[in-house]
Nanobody, 121 residues
Framework: QVVLVESGGGLVPAGGSLRLSCVAS????????MAWFRQAPGKEREFVAA???????VYADSVKGRFTVSRDNAKKTVYLQMSSLKPEDTAVYYC???????????????WGQGTQVTVSS
């Protein structure tokens, strides 16, 4: 089992930046891919970004060029640097871990509790 703990959420004005962190513990060797998803009120959970063990990345079109996913394997931590934030980025952001870095939430077996990001207009 892998336990994921997110941090770094908060309230930020439009155009601002925020960095989320997700620390993994447990049998992380089984889940080399780590990803970020988000869920806004009344909407389905959507893919944001993912990272492979070797640092390969994939992004949702809506965040490409504004968000950057990175990881420190020694610290078992994945980061999401968010810049040029928009009110529509407001959501609960979840960290996920799984075997393959894909955009599909069902591929990920392990999820964090989420951290709230609110972007004011």
């Amino acid at each position: 089992q892998v336990v994921l703990v997110e941090s770094g959420g908060g309230l930020v004005p439009a155009g601002g930046s925020l960095r989320l962190s997700c620390v993994a513990s447990g049998r992380t060797f089984r889940t080399p891919a780590m990803a970020w998803f988000r869920q806004a009120p009344g909407k389905e959970r959507e893919f944001v970004a993912a990272s492979t063990w070797s640092g390969g990345t994939v992004y949702a079109d809506s965040v490409k060029g504004r968000f950057t996913v990175s990881r420190d394997n020694a610290k078992k931590t994945v980061y999401l640097q968010m810049s040029s934030l928009k009110p529509e980025d407001t959501a609960v952001y979840y960290c996920a871990a799984g075997p393959i870095a894909t955009r599909t939430s069902s591929n990920y077996d392990n999820w964090g509790q989420g951290t709230q990001v609110t972007v004011s207009s």
